[in-house]
Nanobody, 121 residues
Framework: QVQLVESGGGLVQPGGSLGLSCAAS????????MGWYRQAPGKQRELVAY???????NIVDSVKGRFTISRDNAKNTLYLQMNNLNPEDTAVYYC???????????????WGQGTQVTVSS
């Protein structure tokens, strides 16, 4: 009933930038938490940054100062601007959202399919 679709991944040189988007669609009444996670080969999936509906933000120390998270509630869209990328940022980036489909505000977790970010010379 709800789909999250990430876009914007690709290949970039060290020091470069990429912007990711996550568009939520389907039966959406409201969205609470939205966040970005990433998973490198052989590693566990880890939180990168999240933002709540009122704009409260948390960003992990490893990307703080380089990445910026934002959202457009009217468009049900989440963004991640990534600057000064390094090879350690290489991973599949996933969007996660807590979505309520009706006024009962029962929130359910949804995940996107992921988008590949590769930082290499």
């Amino acid at each position: 009933q709800v789909q999250l679709v990430e876009s914007g991944g690709g290949l970039v040189q060290p020091g470069g930038s990429l912007g990711l988007s996550c568009a939520a669609s389907g039966r959406i009444f409201s969205i609470n938490f939205m966040g970005w996670y990433r998973q490198a080969p052989g590693k566990q999936r880890e939180l990168v940054a999240y933002i709540d509906r009122s704009g409260g933000i948390n960003i992990v120390d490893s990307v703080k100062g380089r990445f910026t998270i934002s959202r457009d509630n009217a468009k049900n869209t989440l963004y991640l601007q990534m600057n000064n990328l390094n090879p350690e940022d290489t991973a599949v980036y996933y969007c996660r959202a807590q979505v309520a489909s009706g006024p009962s505000r029962h929130y359910v977790d949804y995940w996107g399919q992921g988008t590949q970010v590769t930082v290499s010379s």
